[in-house]
């Protein structure tokens, strides 16, 4: 299983933007990425502007056809302008699971 975690902060007052545009790719994933096993979004409820996604894919095609999406590019065409630093990306490989 491949994932990939991200840190994503967005710039204050633009907290709102960034989580539906993330829920907007989630529900993509979920409707139509069927080799994409989790898609996970969090929002750190101290700070509303960082947040985190954790993302498992069956294998690396299932990954660069996520990562190569239309939904996936809109969502960097949103998010780009209100992110507050770079976004940290750790793609692994998962080691251990609890389902």
Do not use: W
């Amino acid at each position: 299983m491949i994932t990939i975690t991200a840190v994503i902060r967005a710039r204050s007052g633009e907290e709102q933007t960034m989580r539906s545009a993330l829920l907007n790719v989630a529900d993509n994933v979920q409707q139509n990425e069927p080799g994409t096993f989790g898609f996970f979004v969090s929002q750190d409820p101290e700070d509303p502007c960082l947040f985190t996604t954790y993302e498992r894919f069956a294998d690396r095609a299932a990954m660069d056809s996520h990562n190569g999406s239309a939904t996936v590019a809109r969502f960097f065409e949103i998010a780009k302008p209100i992110l507050a630093g770079e976004v940290t990306l750790v793609t692994a490989e998962e080691i251990s699971a609890k389902a």
